[in-house]
């Protein structure tokens, strides 16, 4: 019975590289060390740059993730009765970026809460409003 087989032999190599006599073992298990580092990585680095790309795509159309799902939602049935369906919030990928992480560029590297805030948060602009000419 292999019970956990694989986390004691990289017990073993990680308690046997900070315990071995000569140079020579250290450095092979500092290379099995670095190689299984290595192929932890690539999956998590793929796994993370694939939410990252999703997020910025969420951002650009100036919605939530509950939102793009209601959305997808709501252009099969807009589909089904012969209308076109088109989220009440996206008022262009400039505009929304601007909405969500404020006016100020710099803050746009690293944002924090009330940087550049554009509105309270307890109305948000739509593409209606910009029509009319209304602002919150």
Same mark, same amino acid.
């Not at 019975?1 to 032999?9: L, Q, S, W, Y």
């Not at 262009?92 to 309270?120: D, M």
């Given at each position: ?9 990289l017990m073993v190599l990680i308690v046997g590289s900070l315990i071995a006599g000569s140079q020579k073992d250290a450095e092979g298990s500092l290379r099995i060390i670095?190689?299984?580092?290595? *192929?932890?990585?690539?999956?998590? #680095? ?8 999703? +997020?910025?795509?969420?951002? *650009?159309?100036?919605? &939530? ?11 099969? +049935?807009?589909?089904?009765?012969? +209308?076109?369906? #088109? +989220? =009440? ?9 601007? #909405?969500?992480?404020? =006016?100020?560029? *710099?803050?746009?590297?690293? =944002? &924090? ?6 509105? #309270?948060? *307890? ?14």
């Open positions: 019975m292999e019970d956990g087989g694989c986390c004691k032999r670095y190689i299984i580092s290595g *192929l932890f990585l690539i999956p998590v #680095s793929l796994v993370l740059s694939i939410f990252l790309v999703w +997020h910025i795509y969420l951002m *650009l159309q100036n919605k &939530t993730t509950i939102e793009y799902y209601e959305g997808v939602r709501a252009k099969f +049935h807009a589909g089904k009765g012969g +209308h076109l369906y #088109s +989220h =009440p919030y996206d008022m262009g990928a400039y505009e929304n970026l601007i #909405s969500i992480l404020g =006016p100020n560029y *710099l803050c746009w590297i690293c =944002p &924090t809460p009330g940087s550049g805030r554009v509105s #309270s948060g *307890l109305r948000f602009r739509t593409k209606y409003d910009r029509r009319i000419g209304k602002n919150p």
